[in-house]
């Protein structure tokens, strides 16, 4: 077993969100086609940390995800809008217009650059 994160992908990912997760360390598991209770489990739903969706036709996966995992972080990156039955599941909804595939995997896995330290005095104490 692997302390990398997994995240199952659902949908065409035309931003290729699921490689820019790759990107910053996480595995990724696939669902192609309808998302049902056997595809969550055959992607690995139960032990994943992240559940990203990019359809939101397919919306009702989403509570089947969590019921399966309640731990999981819902995030769909859509244009359209998740329909009002699970807008309050997810944890994360944002468009592609809005921020690029690559932003929004640096702020789910963290790799985002930290802030700058604060400068240490000339005399190598931080101290004022």
């Known amino acids: ?5 997994l995240a199952v992908v659902a949908g065409p990912d035309e931003h290729a969100l699921g490689e820019e997760l790759a990107a910053c360390g996480v595995a990724i598991n ?18 994943a940390a992240y ?8 919306a009702t996966g989403i509570p089947v995800a969590k019921e399966k995992n309640p731990e999981v972080q819902i995030v769909t990156y859509a ?3 998740l329909p009002e039955f699970v807008a309050t599941v997810a944890d994360l ?11 929004v995997a ?3 896995t963290g790799d985002a650059d930290d ?3 604060p400068a240490d005095d000339a005399d190598g104490s931080s101290e004022p």
Do not use: N, W
């Open 1 to 5: 077993m692997t302390d990398q994160p």
């Open 30 to 47: 696939r669902i192609e086609g309808l998302v049902t209770a056997d595809a969550l489990a055959e992607a690995g739903i139960a032990d």
């Open 51 to 58: 559940f990203v969706l990019t359809d939101v036709e397919e």
């Open 79 to 81: 244009s359209r809008s």
């Open 93 to 103: 909804a944002v468009g592609p217009e809005l921020l690029d595939a690559a932003t």
């Open 106 to 108: 640096e702020e789910l």
């Open 115 to 117: 802030p700058a330290e």
